[in-house]
């Protein structure tokens, strides 16, 4: 059973979002590195660059394949994180931790209201509560 901590919001495509007032951190649930199994490459979005929430803007490679990750928010990314880049097996270590993705400057707060609680992932994943 994958880990789904319950202070963080989770789009249905399986990105985590973690709020610190408009800032958003982002990475990929535990549920969706389970499924990629050993992923080899993680290629980021340039800081500076405009996403909107559903817009596919980073790449996730394993073994199996290749995923795009889907921004759960809209907004502008501020920092992106080196150390997944140089070792991209953070993000099955340590998905919610070290292997975060990027982070943004959410420009519609509202749009969080679309994402999920951990219990209502936990049920989209058809786990039991």
């Given at each position: 059973?994958?880990?789904?901590?319950?202070?963080?919001?989770?789009?249905?495509?399986?990105?985590?979002v973690?709020?610190?007032?408009?800032?958003?951190?982002i990475?990929?649930?535990?549920?969706?590195?389970?499924?990629?199994?050993?992923?080899?490459?993680?290629?980021?979005?340039?800081?500076?660059r405009?996403?909107?929430?559903?817009?596919p803007?980073?790449?996730?490679?394993?073994?199996?394949?290749?995923?795009?990750?889907?921004?759960?928010?809209?907004?502008?990314?501020?920092?992106?994180?080196?150390?997944?880049?140089?070792?991209?097996?953070?993000?099955?270590?340590?998905?919610?931790?070290?292997?975060w993705?990027?982070?943004?400057?959410?420009?519609?707060?509202?749009?969080?209201?679309a994402?999920?609680?951990?219990d209502?992932?936990?049920?989209?994943?058809?786990q039991?509560?």
């Open positions: 059973m994958s880990s789904i901590p319950a202070d963080l919001k989770y789009a249905q495509s399986h990105e985590w973690r709020l610190q007032g408009d800032i958003a951190t990475g990929i649930s535990d549920h969706a590195q389970h499924e990629l199994t050993d992923i080899v490459f993680v290629e980021l979005p340039a800081v500076g405009r996403i909107q929430a559903g817009e803007c980073a790449v996730v490679e394993s073994v199996k394949t290749a995923s795009d990750v889907y921004a759960p928010l809209g907004g502008e990314v501020i920092e992106v994180n080196p150390n997944v880049s140089g070792n991209p097996g953070l993000a099955n270590t340590d998905p919610y931790g070290s292997g993705f990027f982070k943004i400057k959410v420009t519609n707060l509202d749009e969080a209201g994402l999920l609680d951990a209502a992932y936990r049920r989209h994943l058809g039991e509560g």
